[in-house]
């Protein structure tokens, strides 16, 4: 509503009451939000628009190990609750698989691998809860061993995206941007940072939306090394990002906000 149609409507609701009180009120009101609109004619929608927050975003963080455990998890812990407060998101961080239940999943909106690694002990009722989960319009995200997590379950490939076979450089690296525009990016400078980083045995280039790849010269190789990516899944959507060995990365705000962005992306909120 521009600040014309605003004192318009003000002062036809005001003039119904036939008052002289009524009738100095609305010159007033009429004055004062002229007076208001002459000075802040470049952004009329701040008059009426109130600043809606972005809804809260409920997410299950399972860290659970059943093969490598990253020390990097405790810092995960500690730290995601404490940056969701700030970014509208809810933490749940479990180590329980019982969590994962069709009904326990439904006070959710993300359910996130944190870091989980090896075959985790699912039942063929979790997993199913877990698929349909997320293909009825929920979110999953992964982050970095969540791809050397249920390699016995294709259906969990797909889900995350690739297994994790290699990880040949252990370094400071350069991280490209590869799709700057996608909301899950979080993300659009590159940056060099001290990783683990890994080789999938697929690349998932062709199955899903590559957001960061690894500068292949930074490390003396060649080649395309996707790092985070996000997919429709169902009617819903997953993200991943490889990143997240060290306990620096969990408290690097690059990473962080990388991980807002997946969060967010994936929860469709
Ligand atoms: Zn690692």
Same mark, same amino acid.
């Given at each position: ?79 995601? +609750? ?35 690694? #090896?075959?985790? +002990? ?16 929920? #979110? ?63 690349? +998932? ?20 090394? +996707? ?16 990143? #997240? ?25």
């Amino acid at each position: 509503m521009s600040c014309t149609s605003i004192i318009a409507t003000r002062s036809r609701t005001r003039c119904c009451k036939n008052s002289s009180v009524s009738s100095v009120s609305s010159v007033v009101t009429v004055l004062l939000l002229t007076a208001a609109c002459a000075r802040t004619p470049a952004s009329p929608t701040s008059i009426t628009t109130p600043t809606v927050p972005a809804p809260t975003v409920r997410v299950l963080m399972l860290s659970a190990t059943y093969g490598f455990r990253h020390d990097s998890i405790a810092t995960a812990a500690e730290v995601m +609750p404490a940056i969701g407060r700030l970014s509208g998101l809810a933490f749940t961080a479990t180590e329980d698989l019982s969590a994962i239940s069709g009904s326990n999943l439904s006070n959710y909106d993300v359910l996130m691998f944190a870091n989980t690694s #090896g075959e985790l +002990p699912l039942t063929n009722d979790q997993k199913e809860a877990v698929l349909s989960f997320v293909n009825n319009g929920h #979110g999953f995200v992964g982050t970095h061993s969540a791809t050397d997590t249920l390699r016995e379950w294709s259906d969990y490939e797909r889900l995350v995206g690739a297994y994790v076979v290699d990880h040949p450089w252990t370094q400071q690296a350069h991280v490209l941007v590869d799709n700057a525009t996608h909301p899950a990016t979080g993300i659009r400078d590159p940056f060099t940072l001290e990783e683990e980083f890994y080789v999938f045995g697929s690349n +998932p280039r062709p199955r899903v939306q590559v957001l960061l790849r690894l500068d292949a010269t930074s490390v003396g190789a060649a080649g395309d090394y +996707p790092l985070a990516w996000a997919q429709s899944f169902g009617n819903g959507r997953s993200y991943y990002n490889a990143l #997240g060995h060290f306990p620096a990365t969990w408290r690097d705000a690059r990473y962080q906000q990388q991980l807002i962005a997946g969060l967010r992306w994936a929860s469709n909120k």
